[in-house]
């Protein structure tokens, strides 16, 4: 696989995302023992094509219902007249048995959303939520972007309807590059990764965390400012406790003197009122750096999550990432440092998920078969961490038919059936011979 690995967008300036518009950022990319894995049946469930309204570049996994339906988005895709021809993204729509329904396509119709690098969420009467990178207002953030992003609804008849659009102005967010969540009341919660206050760093803001009532009234939560070891540039979305708390990690901030003067990201916990309390600032090394992924809280009130880790990490030296818990008292423990050797993942960057038993799966950006695709970094893993800290490795990526480079939460069935979604690789016709991705299920 002889391209540049890809991720979220980077939006440090302006002029800097419009050649995101072109491709996805470089990736934010070494000797453990591992668990041995027994059996498992990995399908393919859809290769994105990019063609004839089909989506291409699935970056954020996908969501279950109880009929074994899976929901996402693609970043790009769709109506290939959108974006100078890279399209504006897609919501799909994939049944039990494979086959995919384009739910909604978005077009880049002024005032309405595009490139949707979140996923959704689906409430109990099947409509979906989502954010999108770009559109809403087109005079707020300037061109190429045309908007500062959106929060959306899609009606079970695939009616988008725009619920808030993000202006960056006032200590307003921009840029969301993370989906949502909803609370028991409807209001829906989120994070942006640029706004907020705009001299942190000017003028673009060091993002948000937000919210949306039933009303499509939009309140910022908390504005990101860059000092006294506050957090910057959230890229993941935030969970809620039953007290009304709020929990999130930043890619960026807190202790400067990691990776200076960017520093190394955060978990934050706002309370129900508004104020904001930083859970662990993360320091580099075995403590770990830059969680571009979420958190996952148990029924005891602890919370899990990863972080990236250094790019190139297995032929540097440096650390690959970790897999982190914060108990409900606070303390912090690395369950796992990944290394990128001997077959074993590296740079872990969606959500985690837990089953009944306290067991952790998740995916790794890189890693895995050595040399997969030319690729000397591999193409990623889906992994199993026990309750015991012992990683299994459940799968490798080839980055051939089945795809390369999960960047996406997994969902779990009742049955232990893990689903998710590859950026690349699966269909070679696609994205000059790189493959647009896929959707893929994996059987225990």
Known sequence: MDQTRQYR????????????????????????????????TFTVLHA???????????????????????YGTTWLGGDLNCEGGIGCGIVFKISSTGH????????????????????????????????????????DCPSPLSGCGT????????????????????????????????????????????????????????????????????????????????????????????AGNLYGTTSNGGDLSCKPPAGCGTVFKISSNGSKTVLHTFRGKRDGEIPIGGLIQDSAGNLYGTTQGEFKCTFSGTPCGNAFK??????????????????????????????????????????????????SLGCGTIFKLDKHNRLTVLYSFKGGADGAVPTGHLARDSAG?????????GNFVCEQGGGCGLVYKLKP
Do not use: W
């Not at 995302?17 to 000797?31: D, E, H, N």
């Not at 989506?55 to 954020?60: E, H, T, V």
């Not at 329904?101 to 690098?117: K, S």
């Not at 706004?195 to 499509?216: D, Y």
């Open 9 to 40: 967008i980077s939006c440090t300036s302006l002029p800097a995302v419009s050649a995101v518009l072109m491709a996805i950022l470089a990736f934010v990319l070494a000797a453990a023992a591992l668990q041995p894995a027994h059996a498992q």
């Open 48 to 70: 994105f094509t990019g063609i004839n309204g089909d989506g291409d570049q699935s970056l954020a996994g996908v969501v279950l219902d109880s009929a074994g339906n899976l």
């Open 100 to 139: 995919e329904t384009v739910l909604y396509t978005f077009t880049g119709v002024t005032g309405q959303g595009r490139l949707p690098l979140g996923g959704v969420i689906r409430d109990a009467a099947g409509n979906l939520y989502g954010t999108t990178l770009s559109g809403g207002n087109p005079n």
């Open 151 to 242: 929060v959306y609804q899609i009606s079970t008849r695939g009616r988008e309807t725009v619920l808030y659009r993000f202006t960056g102005t006032n200590g307003d967010g921009a840029l969301p590059q993370a989906g949502l969540l909803r609370d028991a009341a409807g209001n829906l919660y989120g994070t942006t990764y640029r706004g907020g206050t705009l001299n942190c760093p000017p003028p673009f803001g060091c993002g948000t965390v937000f919210k949306v009532n039933q009303q499509r009234k939009e309140s910022v939560v908390y504005s990101f400012t860059n000092k006294h070891g506050d957090g910057t540039l959230p890229l993941s979305d935030v969970v809620l406790d039953t």
């Open 326 to 375: 914060i108990t409900k008292s606070g303390k912090f423990i690395v369950l796992h440092n990944f290394t990128g050797a001997n077959g074993e993942g590296a740079n872990p960057g969606g959500d985690l998920v837990q089953d009944p038993q306290g067991n952790l799966y998740g995916t790794t950006e890189a890693g895995g078969i050595s040399g997969c695709g030319n690729d």
């Open 417 to 425: 059936n893990l689903y998710g979604t590859n950026s690349i690789a």
